[in-house]
């Protein structure tokens, strides 16, 4: 069955120092992998997808097939980027999308 | 945003009565889910729909019930319910899996 893992649920640093949300799933096949943000008293939205392979507000993300993880990083962090972050997979033959716990970064000034 | 709007935003029930939670999507995406997020559990599935009168059971379908009778719209029923219920609601929308799902913006459900 197909699982995410986000190892730690609160995550702080200061502002300007480099930032790395961990991701880590268990899935046989290829998946499709996703960090999605929530910030405050907002929806959730999409953040970046493994596919594309850019960088959104300066975050990026490589899926890492043999250690399956997902890791998010920022080398520069934002007191903006404070938010909840939730890494999720999907798969062509699942018709549902599975989440982590998620991460709640602060950046503090 | 995706145009997903949710109804009721914020509600209030005792433990034992019938609610309903309405998700309305103007994108004529064919998929469409239910999730509640708690602290500690990230988001979790409820109950999905693929289609008009096409639905399926997610991870934490106990307890509710959901109907998709035309294609922009999605319910969730709580048959009673009951405090550990409590929690925020999402739908969300997608074309077809594994692409992005878009979201709404969240039902607050409290139930004493």
């Known amino acids: 069955a197909q699982r995410v893992t986000q190892p730690e649920k609160l995550l702080s640093v200061f502002k300007g120092a480099p930032v790395e949300l961990k991701c880590n799933y268990s899935?046989?096949?290829?998946?499709?992998l996703f960090w999605y943000v929530q910030y405050s008293r907002q929806r959730l939205q999409l953040l970046l997808r493994h596919i594309s392979r850019e960088s959104i507000k300066g975050f990026t993300a490589d899926l890492n097939k043999g250690e399956t993880s997902f890791h998010l990083k920022k080398p520069f962090a934002q007191e903006e980027d404070s938010a909840m972050y939730y890494c999720a997979l999907s798969a062509p033959n699942y018709n549902d999308m599975r989440f982590g716990a998620g991460t709640r970064l602060t950046v503090k000034p | 945003d995706a145009g997903i709007t949710q109804s009721p935003r914020h509600k209030v029930t005792e433990t034992g009565t019938p609610v309903t939670l309405r998700c309305h999507q103007t994108?004529?995406?064919?998929?469409m889910y239910w999730y509640r997020q708690d602290p500690g559990h990230g988001l979790r599935l409820i109950h999905y729909?693929?289609?008009?009168?096409?639905?399926d059971k997610g991870e934490v379908s106990d307890g509710y019930s959901v109907s998709r009778s035309k294609t922009e719209d999605f319910l969730l029923t709580l048959e009673s319910a009951t405090s550990s219920q409590t929690s925020v609601y999402f739908c969300?929308?997608?074309?077809?899996?594994?692409?992005?799902?878009?979201f709404g913006p969240g039902t607050r459900l409290t139930v004493t």
């Open positions: 969300a929308i997608s074309e077809r899996p594994p692409y992005e799902q878009y």
């Open positions: 994108e004529n995406h064919r998929y």
């Open positions: 729909s693929y289609g008009v009168k096409d639905t």
């Open positions: 899935y046989s096949g290829s998946p499709e």
